[in-house]
């Protein structure tokens, strides 16, 4: 069967699968007789297939053969699980109880143009709706990405003019020194603003998040981004305390990216010392950075590691990444805060991906 999940079709609509359950030779049937439609056609020949391919959420269209062993409950619980997915129940005799609300009954003696015509109405249905979806999320996307990103970017702009207005005015060395850090930090700031706009974008449109997988060890990873870290904040202090085997198989640029927004983010809503934790947790690697911040309100939580969230002046990207990157290797993320311990951010990496043991490069679904 085919797996077209997320795709679009020529049109440029979202591709939408028919769901079929029924058993052996009545399975057979219907393949055949919807097979001209030009949706997936997915078969199942039992309760629990009917129910798993039914509630995937590219499925615009369940047909259910009701003298099928299963097909009743398979209809009953497909109604109640998706009460919006459109069922065309199949069957030879009239059932002797009144049909689910919503469901469009068809007679198995029925000509095989005229079912494809009821299922194909309601899977291209469900596919326009969805595109009109999409499209609102898009739009919606849009408008409140461009508002956050000139909102972000203005900042480290005016930065930049401001210490550029100063060298020129002052070329002094004894200024140029701090002036020159804090146009530094600016411009790192565009740079991962930039950096995290990409993943973001590789992860929505083009498919996924590369991962080359190799052998790397945490506390090298954590050395390389301590230092860069205190180059770009020379007046902050960074405790780091490191302990046991930290190897794993990973893509150590992309958990050096992840363990750097971390870094950054307790840098930048902190105070005084960031600390960062890491050890051993049998098979993985556990590290932990922690800032003595205002904490963060539990209703806010769940929204941290989403992008473009209305309740946040930012991009949020670099949260995201980092939920992005710990997902594709298989980690728990996890966040603590409050007023007594401030916020911690830990990250729990299997030492080994649990997809992709051996370690060639692969690319994740994002």
Not at 101 to 107: F, M, T, V
Not at 129 to 158: M, S, T, V, Y
Not at 196 to 225: K, W
Not at 243 to 265: E, I, K, S, Y
């Amino acid at each position: 069967m085919l797996e077209d999940r997320g795709e679009l079709d020529e049109g440029g609509f979202p591709t939408v699968a028919v769901m079929i359950a029924a058993h052996d030779e009545a399975l057979a049937s219907l393949l055949d007789a919807l097979e001209p439609l030009p949706h997936a056609l997915r078969g199942a020949r039992s309760f629990g297939e009917a129910l798993s391919f039914g509630g995937e959420p590219d499925v615009g269209c369940g047909v259910v053969d009701l003298d099928s062993p299963f097909g009743a409950d398979a209809a009953r619980a497909l109604h109640a699980a998706r009460p919006g997915l459109p069922l065309v129940l199949v069957f030879d005799a009239p059932p002797d109880h009144a049909p689910l609300d919503g469901c469009d009954l068809a007679a198995r003696r029925l000509a095989p143009e005229l079912l494809r015509l009821r299922v194909g109405l309601y899977a291209s249905r469900h596919r326009r709706g969805e595109e009109l979806k999409r499209r609102a999320r898009l739009l919606h996307a849009r408008d409140l990405f461009l508002g956050i990103l000139g909102h972000d970017l203005r900042n480290p702009i005016q930065a930049l003019k401001t210490g550029i207005g100063l060298v020129d005015m002052n070329p002094s060395r004894e200024l140029q020194g701090p002036v020159l850090g804090r146009m530094r930090r600016s411009l790192d700031r565009m740079e991962r603003m930039v950096r995290d706009l990409l993943d973001f974008t590789r992860a929505h449109l083009a498919g996924g998040i590369t991962l080359s997988l190799g052998r790397c060890d945490l506390a090298a990873i954590c050395q390389q981004v301590v230092d860069e870290a205190r180059m770009a904040y020379p007046e902050r202090a960074i405790r780091v305390a490191l302990d046991g085997d930290l190897t794993g198989l990973w893509d150590g640029p992309r958990v050096a990216q992840a363990l750097a927004n971390l870094v950054v983010n307790a840098l930048e809503h902190g105070h005084r010392e960031v600390t960062i934790v890491g050890g051993e947790e049998g098979a993985a690697v556990r590290v932990a950075v922690h800032n003595d911040g205002p904490p963060i309100p539990p209703e806010r939580q769940g929204s941290l590691f989403e992008p473009f969230h209305p309740s946040r002046r930012s991009l949020g990207l670099g949260l995201y990444i980092v939920r992005e990157i710990a997902r594709i290797h298989g980690a728990d993320l996890e966040v603590r805060s409050s007023v007594d311990d401030g916020t911690t951010f830990a990250l729990r990496l299997p030492r080994v991906p649990p997809h992709h043991p051996r370690g060639e490069p692969r690319l994740f679904e994002a």
